[in-house]
């Protein structure tokens, strides 16, 4: 197992076999929005699809690619009749949901899509902290964003205190009186990347030009006081 956090491809720890067996249902929950604390989780992810959208002027006649679009609830916040392709590997995140008919392209994996389809926008929502091998991402969406596209990823602020406490305090909580088990179990084996690694990673590839944090209702939008953050890339290589 990988040992230096910046070294990709990175290894999950692996599920004890109790979290194994509720896992595919209690993720898909999650992502759902079923229950109190997951809907509220939910809710509070929200920001980080509204700020995909306000933050895209564009919009007429483009091509968007999502890479792990989940069960397709960003398409909730897309205004716009424009091609929509994803990306998602599993299948039974989206499979039912009512969305899949505004969806031109399902891949399950970003090489699958030619260099030569080129996309005016790539986004992601909540996905880039999921990503074993990032660098190979990051470098095969460069290749497929047309120039003048934009690259715009929204994430938690994993590595720091107040997402840390915002997940404790309710889907923790909430997953260790249903089931009693510790949720962060299921944190370490999804989120293998913090907030400063996707950062660090997006420099070498594209130019950052534009990053915003969520505020919380008493702090200030600094490190450590924000639950998400938005960051927005142009297409310009990085050697």
Same mark, same amino acid.
């Given at each position: 197992?990988?040992k230096?956090k910046?070294?990709?491809?990175k290894?999950?720890?692996p599920?004890?076999?109790n979290?194994?067996?509720i896992?595919e249902?209690?993720?898909?929950?999650?992502?759902?929005?079923?229950g109190? #604390?997951?809907?509220?989780?939910?809710?509070?992810?929200?920001? =980080?699809?509204?700020?995909?959208?306000?933050?895209?002027?564009?919009k007429?006649?483009?091509?968007t690619?999502?890479?792990?679009? =989940?069960?397709?609830?960003?398409?909730?916040?897309?205004?716009n009749?424009?091609q929509?392709?994803?990306?998602?590997?599993?299948k039974?995140?989206?499979?039912?949901?009512?969305?899949?008919k505004?969806?031109?392209?399902?891949?399950?994996d970003? #090489?699958?899509i030619?260099?030569?389809?080129?996309?005016d926008r790539?986004?992601?929502?909540?996905?880039l902290?999921?990503i074993?091998?990032?660098?190979?991402?990051?470098?095969? #969406?460069?290749?497929?964003?047309?120039?003048?596209g934009?690259?715009? #990823?929204?994430?938690p602020?994993?590595?720091?205190?107040?997402f840390?406490?915002?997940?404790?305090?309710?889907? =923790?909580?909430s997953f260790?009186l249903?089931?009693?088990?510790n949720?962060g179990?299921?944190?370490?084996?999804?989120h293998?990347?913090?907030?400063?690694?996707?950062?660090?990673?997006?420099?070498k590839v594209?130019?950052?030009?534009?990053?915003?944090?969520?505020?919380?209702?008493?702090?200030?939008?600094?490190?450590?006081?924000?639950?998400?953050?938005?960051?927005?890339?142009?297409?310009?290589?990085?050697?």
């Open positions: 197992m990988n230096k910046d070294i990709y491809p290894n999950r720890i599920l004890p076999d979290y194994k067996k896992y249902k209690v993720y898909k929950e999650n992502r759902d929005g079923t109190l #604390a997951n809907y509220m989780s939910q809710k509070m992810e929200a920001w =980080g699809h509204t700020m995909i959208e306000e933050n895209f002027k564009n007429a006649n483009h091509k690619l999502e890479i792990g679009a =989940g069960n397709l609830n960003h398409l909730k916040y897309v205004k009749n424009f929509y392709d994803v990306i998602e590997p599993s039974f995140f989206y499979e039912n949901s009512s969305n899949l505004r969806v031109k392209n399902v891949y399950s970003i #090489a699958e030619k260099d030569e389809d080129k996309y790539i986004i992601s929502i909540m996905v902290e999921h074993l091998d990032l660098p190979t991402l990051l470098n095969n #969406a460069q290749k497929i964003l047309k120039n003048g934009i690259f715009q #990823a929204s994430v602020c994993q590595g720091e205190i107040s840390y406490l915002g997940w404790r305090l309710t889907t =923790g909580l260790f249903k089931h009693g088990l949720w179990k299921i944190m370490e084996f999804e293998v990347n913090s907030l400063s690694e996707i950062q660090n990673e997006l420099k594209f130019k950052i030009v534009k990053i915003k944090r969520s505020i919380l209702p008493f702090f200030l939008k600094k490190k450590h006081f924000s639950f998400y953050a938005y960051l927005e890339c142009s297409n310009t290589y990085v050697k």
